[in-house]
T-cell receptor, first 114, second 111 residues
């Protein structure tokens, strides 16, 4: 158990809908990362937050947004969903920024868009 | 981020040591080498990381060459549960220091 908690574990929704994925980082971790893993692609970095502020952005679609709240939990919002958005979404956390701080991953949220 | 090169797949007999190589010839002096693994579709699991010196923990050992252009992850006594995709990642410095995953090595441990 990495200590990173993601909900829901599985989600099925229709095209055009909007969903919110939630992440609770490890206790004390200030930095949160979101990754997407689809069947035909590897783990893709989406976005990073540190203590409530956005720190880095990857290939995140404009239909997707995220935020980190004062209690440090984070949410990834996916809107106008398309079939191609079906994927595993991972949240990860680390104590601070800087490459010496180990990043730990949650077990992911399976999103299926039908 | 420095690019890494890993073999696509490897086999290892259960109980033997699994040695997974990684080339990172463009690594910068202050970039760390991280190893993660992913079993089926579970979340990537942290294994070990190092900067210059060799490192060992309860899971594995990490051997980094003196010129830092390559490294080897050693699982001393592989079991069937070690079957997974192993990712070698050179992590950039700076405050954004995300992990950039490549395609990794698929390790198959067999009886």
């Amino acid at each position: 158990d990495s200590g990173v908690t993601q909900t829901p574990k599985h989600l099925i929704t229709a095209t055009g809908q909007r969903v919110t994925l939630r992440c609770s980082p490890r206790s004390g971790d200030l930095s949160v990362y979101w990754y997407q893993q689809s069947l035909d692609q590897g783990l893709q970095f989406l976005i990073q937050y540190y203590n409530g502020e956005e720190r880095a952005k990857g290939n995140i679609l404009e239909r997707f947004s995220a935020q980190q709240f004062p209690d440090l939990h984070s949410e990834l919002n996916l809107s106008s969903l398309e079939l191609g958005d079906s994927a595993l979404y991972f949240c990860a956390s680390s104590p601070a920024v800087g490459s010496g701080n180990t990043i730990y991953f949650g077990e992911g949220s399976w999103l299926t868009v039908v | 981020d420095a690019k890494t090169t890993q073999p696509t797949s490897m086999d290892c007999a259960e109980g033997r040591a699994a040695n997974l190589p990684c080339n990172h010839s463009t690594i910068s002096g202050n970039e760390y080498v991280y190893w993660y693994r992913q079993i089926h579709s579970q979340g990537p699991q942290y294994i070990i990381h190092g900067l210059k010196n060799n490192e060992t923990n309860e899971m594995a050992s990490l051997i980094i060459t003196e010129d830092r252009k390559s490294s080897t992850l050693i699982l001393p006594h592989a079991t069937l549960r070690d079957t997974a995709v192993y990712y070698c990642i050179v992590r950039s410095t700076g405050t954004a220091s995300k992990l950039t995953f490549g395609t990794g090595t698929r390790l198959q441990v067999t009886l």
